[in-house]
């Protein structure tokens, strides 16, 4: 009897560490009023409970609410010491500028909202309550390991004059940009349900397959997320040339019908000036780009420049990190500057062509390493936008035929934040940093540099077998931290928890120093708190050169170097470490290639006077 027990219990706790997600399928009906901004919808959510626990309640985020005056976004607006300048108006002089919330702002018309109209589970109406943008639901039927229930829901929505990310009528007269527009159940996963009301930070959700019908003016193209299955009933240059169209307008509206395969977002933009391209990507996806006719002819000869580019982009990140698995893709203006959502992007159009280049090859890696690695971008902002902002880096260097330190800038950035005394650890969540720049610098430049300086730690064929080893093993699934850092570890056969814990959970800095030699022994003092493997280049007398590589005892390991003499580890907590030089010398460089993020590199180098 004990030993059944006993085996019960390990199978409970096996079951239990094992790695699940949640699935959520929504099927839509929208019906959009374009003159007044207001939409009303219907929703089917099929919800699979792929958890070992049992459910009594659900939540959805309605992001929409956040676009009113006194909600919890505009008084951490009105609170920021450095706000966004797009979610603020100066409304005092230029002596005295006064940053005021442009949600504060807005008139009951230009607001956003979702009201429930009406929510129910397999036919059952169920209580609920709303705070913020957050809805509170009690199930009628709880929901048991691995099995499935149903929602129903009916809603009303306005589209929020444009301030972030989603609204209405952009700075560059997009009239509909729909980012985060419907009623979205919060995503749960082995650390609970994670319904935090919005406050700016970006996103998270649970995957699933998407139906959406969009019923709108019939003068108006769509472009965003999903495969449109009508395009000769709908035309706007979806059509194929060799059928004839047959639109079915109906009180002067057309429905635009989507699906979009396991995703865990549903985006679109909607004009009634949009030009429209098409591009197939060699061995690679359709793409598709909508914008503003009224742009100026030379940005859109940049726009027309798009497909070769984008053939270089698929190219790189497909080889680099993985396949792009679905068949379409879009690029559309609209929105309030670039911002990536399942199988398209939104950005602001009216760029030179560097610019535009930049924002789409950026936006376009968030496929890799948002909408397929789909970490919580939450709570870690840095797994995203760092990774894109690495690999984006590389291949705009190319493109751009730039690459003047192109890192250099990063680590730049970098530094100012970590000599400012206002640097947060990268684990702090999005919406708990206390400066805006802080959380910008932390997430896209400290975190690229996470990346950057692993290839240094583990050497850049690990690195690189690392970022395909990753996308292999966590596409389709939401990833942590821990995640990437054990398949790196896999990758390099070196211990990396330490490097993981300092640069991310920590603002512990990096810098090391050459001890001026007395006698031919070479002396190296780690100023900094953060330990790291040491490359040292001498310099001899002789105009000979060697490089010298120091691992790091707590690596239980060294990278692969071919060309360099390797020495005993240094034990980490050891402020400094010394060995003999071979013969005379005259100058000694700590990381010759300054591929570490050393915060005081003018003491990295000793020159015999």
Same mark, same amino acid.
């Given at each position: 009897?004990?030993?059944?027990?006993?085996?019960? %219990?390990? %199978?409970?706790?096996?079951?239990?560490?094992?790695?699940?997600?949640?699935?959520?399928?929504?099927?839509?009906?929208?019906?959009?009023?374009?003159?007044?901004?207001?939409?009303? $919808?219907?929703?089917?959510? #099929?919800?699979? =409970?792929?958890?070992?626990?049992?459910?009594?309640?659900?939540?959805?985020?309605?992001?929409? =609410?956040?676009?009113?005056?006194? &909600?919890?976004? +505009?008084?951490?607006?009105? =609170?920021?010491?450095?706000?966004?300048?797009? %979610?603020? #108006?100066?409304v005092g002089?230029?002596?005295?500028?006064?940053?005021? &919330?442009?949600?504060?702002?807005? @008139?009951?018309e230009e607001e956003g909202y979702l009201k429930i109209k009406k929510l129910s589970q397999k036919g059952t109406e169920l209580t609920y309550s709303v705070q913020g943008t957050i809805l509170?639901?009690?199930?009628?039927?709880?929901?048991?390991?691995?099995?499935? #229930?149903?929602?129903?829901?009916?809603?009303?929505?306005?589209?929020?004059?444009?301030?972030?990310?989603? $609204?209405?009528? &952009?700075?560059?007269?997009?009239?509909?940009?729909?980012?985060?527009?419907?009623?979205?159940?919060?995503?749960?996963?082995?650390?609970?349900?994670?319904?935090?009301?919005?406050?700016?930070?970006?996103?998270?959700? +649970?995957?699933?397959?998407?139906?959406?019908?969009?019923?709108?003016?019939?003068?108006?193209?769509?472009?965003?997320?999903?495969?449109?299955?009508?395009?000769?009933?709908?035309?706007?240059?979806?059509?194929?040339?060799?059928?004839?169209? @047959?639109?079915?307008?109906? +009180?002067?509206?057309?429905?635009?019908?989507? @699906?979009?395969?396991?995703?865990?977002?549903?985006?679109?933009?909607?004009?009634?000036?949009?030009?429209?391209? @098409?591009?197939?990507?060699?061995?690679?996806?359709?793409?598709?780009?909508?914008?503003?006719?009224?742009?100026?002819?030379?940005?859109?000869?940049?726009?027309?420049?798009?497909?070769?580019?984008?053939?270089?982009?698929?190219?790189?990140?497909?080889?680099?990190?993985?396949?792009?698995?679905?068949?379409?893709?879009? %690029?559309?203006?609209?929105?309030?500057?670039?911002?990536?959502y399942a199988m398209c992007t939104l950005i602001t159009g009216d760029r030179n062509y560097e610019s535009l280049v930049g924002v789409v090859a950026h936006e376009l890696a968030h496929t890799w390493f948002q909408f397929l690695l789909a970490s919580n971008e939450t709570k870690h902002a840095w797994m995203d936008e760092g990774s894109t902002t690495y690999i984006s880096t590389l291949i705009e260097s190319q493109i751009l035929e730039n690459d003047e330190a192109s890192f250099g800038r990063v680590y730049n950035s970098y530094l100012n934040l970590a000599t400012s005394g206002k640097e947060q650890p990268m684990t702090t969540h999005g919406d708990a940093f206390d400066y805006g720049f802080g959380y910008g610098i932390s997430s896209y430049s400290k975190g690229s540099l996470f990346v950057f300086q692993l290839g240094y730690v583990i050497g850049k064929e690990a690195l690189q077998k690392t970022l395909k080893d990753y996308f292999k093993a966590y596409s389709f699934k939401h990833p942590k931290p821990e995640d990437f850092i054990r398949v790196a570890e896999k990758a390099s056969g070196i211990e990396l928890d330490w490097y993981l814990n300092y640069w991310t959970r920590t603002t512990k800095t990096i810098d090391y120093e050459v001890i001026a030699p007395i006698t031919n022994k070479i002396t190296i003092s780690r100023k900094g708190k953060m330990p790291m493997p040491i490359e040292l280049k001498i310099t001899y007398t002789d105009n000979s050169e060697e490089l010298i590589y120091i691992p790091l005892d707590i690596m239980r390991g060294q990278k692969k170097l071919t060309d360099a003499t390797v020495l005993n580890d240094w034990a980490w907590a050891k402020p400094t470490y010394g060995f003999e030089a071979k013969k005379d010398f005259k100058k000694i460089e700590i990381d010759p290639n300054q591929q570490m993020m050393d915060v005081d590199r003018t003491n990295n180098v000793w020159v015999k006077k």
């Amino acid at each position: 009897m004990k030993k059944a027990l006993l085996l019960l %219990v390990f %199978v409970a706790i096996s079951a239990n560490a094992q790695y699940w997600q949640q699935k959520t399928d929504y099927k839509m009906d929208i019906d959009m009023d374009v003159k007044t901004y207001q939409y009303l $919808g219907k929703q089917k959510i #099929t919800y699979k =409970n792929n958890s070992p626990e049992t459910l009594t309640k659900v939540y959805f985020h309605l992001y929409n =609410n956040a676009f009113q005056p006194g &909600s919890a976004m +505009d008084v951490k607006i009105q =609170n920021m010491v450095d706000p966004d300048r797009r %979610v603020v #108006t100066n409304v005092g002089t230029k002596e005295a500028p006064i940053n005021q &919330s442009r949600i504060a702002m807005l @008139k009951p018309e230009e607001e956003g909202y979702l009201k429930i109209k009406k929510l129910s589970q397999k036919g059952t109406e169920l209580t609920y309550s709303v705070q913020g943008t957050i809805l509170e639901v009690e199930l009628a039927k709880a929901i048991k390991p691995g099995k499935k #229930t149903s929602f129903e829901v009916e809603f009303e929505g306005q589209v929020p004059k444009q301030i972030r990310r989603s $609204g209405r009528e &952009s700075k560059e007269g997009v009239t509909l940009s729909m980012t985060q527009w419907y009623p979205k159940l919060a995503a749960y996963d082995d650390e609970g349900w994670h319904a935090n009301p919005y406050l700016g930070a970006e996103f998270y959700a +649970d995957w699933g397959d998407y139906e959406v019908n969009i019923t709108i003016d019939k003068d108006y193209t769509i472009g965003g997320t999903g495969y449109l299955q009508n395009p000769q009933e709908i035309g706007h240059g979806y059509e194929n040339s060799d059928k004839k169209l @047959k639109q079915e307008v109906i +009180d002067g509206k057309l429905t635009w019908k989507f @699906k979009a395969p396991n995703v865990h977002d549903f985006s679109w933009a909607a004009d009634n000036d949009y030009e429209h391209l @098409k591009h197939q990507v060699p061995n690679g996806p359709e793409v598709h780009f909508l914008y503003k006719n009224s742009l100026s002819e030379e940005r859109k000869t940049s726009w027309g420049k798009l497909p070769k580019i984008m053939d270089k982009l698929f190219g790189f990140y497909n080889s680099q990190v993985g396949v792009y698995p679905y068949k379409q893709y879009t %690029v559309v203006q609209g929105g309030d500057g670039g911002m990536e959502y399942a199988m398209c992007t939104l950005i602001t159009g009216d760029r030179n062509y560097e610019s535009l280049v930049g924002v789409v090859a950026h936006e376009l890696a968030h496929t890799w390493f948002q909408f397929l690695l789909a970490s919580n971008e939450t709570k870690h902002a840095w797994m995203d936008e760092g990774s894109t902002t690495y690999i984006s880096t590389l291949i705009e260097s190319q493109i751009l035929e730039n690459d003047e330190a192109s890192f250099g800038r990063v680590y730049n950035s970098y530094l100012n934040l970590a000599t400012s005394g206002k640097e947060q650890p990268m684990t702090t969540h999005g919406d708990a940093f206390d400066y805006g720049f802080g959380y910008g610098i932390s997430s896209y430049s400290k975190g690229s540099l996470f990346v950057f300086q692993l290839g240094y730690v583990i050497g850049k064929e690990a690195l690189q077998k690392t970022l395909k080893d990753y996308f292999k093993a966590y596409s389709f699934k939401h990833p942590k931290p821990e995640d990437f850092i054990r398949v790196a570890e896999k990758a390099s056969g070196i211990e990396l928890d330490w490097y993981l814990n300092y640069w991310t959970r920590t603002t512990k800095t990096i810098d090391y120093e050459v001890i001026a030699p007395i006698t031919n022994k070479i002396t190296i003092s780690r100023k900094g708190k953060m330990p790291m493997p040491i490359e040292l280049k001498i310099t001899y007398t002789d105009n000979s050169e060697e490089l010298i590589y120091i691992p790091l005892d707590i690596m239980r390991g060294q990278k692969k170097l071919t060309d360099a003499t390797v020495l005993n580890d240094w034990a980490w907590a050891k402020p400094t470490y010394g060995f003999e030089a071979k013969k005379d010398f005259k100058k000694i460089e700590i990381d010759p290639n300054q591929q570490m993020m050393d915060v005081d590199r003018t003491n990295n180098v000793w020159v015999k006077k």
